[in-house]
């Protein structure tokens, strides 16, 4: 008996394949493709989710749905007609979503611009240039990530007090825990070493920051060497995704929404990085929250500049394929 991968399945592992390039939450990559025919079902890999961290796996499905918004990009931009269920419950209650393929349509041209975004984006924690980023671009990159029920709110001067209150919160609160420490320490891998996690020269030592970065040095890897005293990040722009709801579905969303903001901003050759620790703590959340005015749930900051010059570093490793992406083979008829 002969086995087959049929075009559609084929079609769709490309996609999956693509989405392995997706940000996760300290790199752990919590995500699972099943291809089976035309239909590829996203499901997380719950053994990955932050104990600590994560407790209701919010920032596992905000990865999730990062690595969705990458497949379905590559999809469009292929020229591929496709269907999304998200969460559909019923068949396989462990899924996320289930894309269905559908056949041909147009290649999208926007699509395509995100698409090309995804292999050269990468998460950018070295301070920003000096340069503004014109308000035109943060503009279009706003209404480029905004979908139904999740959008990015752009944080306005008056309102970065509280963001900065709120990364400083978070930041106490979190390094005073041992259980966090030791989290996050357990992701945190050698220079070069590792297929997930978190290498250490991918990450930039703690300085004086407009908002601080969450510190990894903490945990013993790095000495703090970060010793100029001017104050980084001027010219950071900041972002805020922000959902109707505050459920698994509305998480999945933001990290479409986180998606589409971070390969939109690299499109137009912004540096970005994303900032989980701003809502990883209630009382940080909650801040941010009635920032916002109570119209809905922060989900993730977004840190959004214009690049320094000088050599990138390495950039973080992926786990390979076989482990995250499975295709069921067909037998050929007859
Ligand atoms: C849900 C989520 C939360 C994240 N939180 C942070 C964070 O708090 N600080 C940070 O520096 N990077 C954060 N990141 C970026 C990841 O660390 C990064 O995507 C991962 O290490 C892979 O590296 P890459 O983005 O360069 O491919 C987050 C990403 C996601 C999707």
Known sequence: MTLLVGSASRILADAALAALRAPSVLNTQPWRWHIERDTARLSADRSRRLARIDPDGRLMLLSCGAALHHACVTLAAGGVDFAVDPLPDQDAPEALAIIRYRGDTAPSATAQRLRDAIAVRWSDRRPFSGTPV????????????????????????????????????????????????????????????????????????????????????????????????????????????????????DWLRAGVTLSAALLAATADGLATSAMSDLVEEPAARIALQRMLGDVGYPAIGVRIGVPAAGPPPPRAPRRPAAEMVEIVAESAPG
Request: proline share 9%; aromatic share 6%.
């Open 134 to 249: 014109p308000d035109e671009t943060l503009e279009r990159l706003r209404v480029t990530a905004g979908r139904p029920g999740a959008h990015l709110h752009l944080v306005r001067a008056s309102e970065l007090v509280t963001v900065i209150a709120a990364a400083g919160h978070a930041a106490a609160a979190e390094m005073a825990d041992p259980t966090y420490r030791a989290e996050l320490l357990s992701w945190l891998r050698p220079a070069g070493m590792g297929r997930d996690g978190m290498p250490v020269d991918t990450i930039t030592p703690p300085g004086v920051r407009q908002v601080p970065l969450r510190d990894f040095t903490t945990a013993g890897w790095l000495p703090a060497i970060y010793s100029d005293t001017d104050v980084a990040d001027r010219e950071a722009r900041y972002g805020i995704v922000v959902t109707d709801g505050d459920g698994p579905a």
